[in-house]
């Protein structure tokens, strides 16, 4: 059993920045493919970015790529998302998720899931 638990939410100003982090306990950190999500109000979770087990692979949903750098850290087994140019639309409950498998884009590829952190962006 994988716990996961995100930090680093708030409240910053379109174009501001912040870092998301979340930490694993539980199980083999670097055996999973970790992978980030959000949820607006009255919409469905979606993709943001996942990277492989090693770290050397990394992808992006179109909406966060070159903005987003997703990064893991195994021997602290730890993942970040960092978080810049954001803007309104970025508004969401981010959640980290941990896979199993080898398929990382949709919400039921993710075996584990952390409680979320929020994020607000005001214009």
């Known amino acids: 059993q994988v716990q996961l638990v995100e930090s680093g939410g708030g409240l910053v100003q379109a174009g501001g920045s912040l870092t998301l982090s979340c930490a694993a306990s539980?199980?083999?950190?670097?055996?999973?493919?970790m992978g980030w999500f959000r949820q607006a109000p009255g919409k469905e979770r979606e993709f943001v970015a996942a990277i492989r087990r090693s770290g050397s692979v990394k992808s992006y949903a179109d909406s966060v790529k070159g903005r987003f750098p997703i990064s893991r850290d195994n021997a602290k087994n730890a993942v970040y998302l960092q978080m810049n140019s954001l803007k309104p639309d970025d508004t969401a409950v981010y959640y980290c998720?941990?896979?199993?498998?080898?398929?990382?884009?949709?919400?039921?590829?993710?075996?584990?899931w952390g409680q979320g952190t929020q994020v607000t962006v005001s214009s």
């Open positions: 998720a941990a896979a199993s498998g080898y398929n990382y884009r949709l919400p039921s590829d993710y075996d584990y």
């Open positions: 539980g199980g083999t950190f670097s055996s999973y493919v």
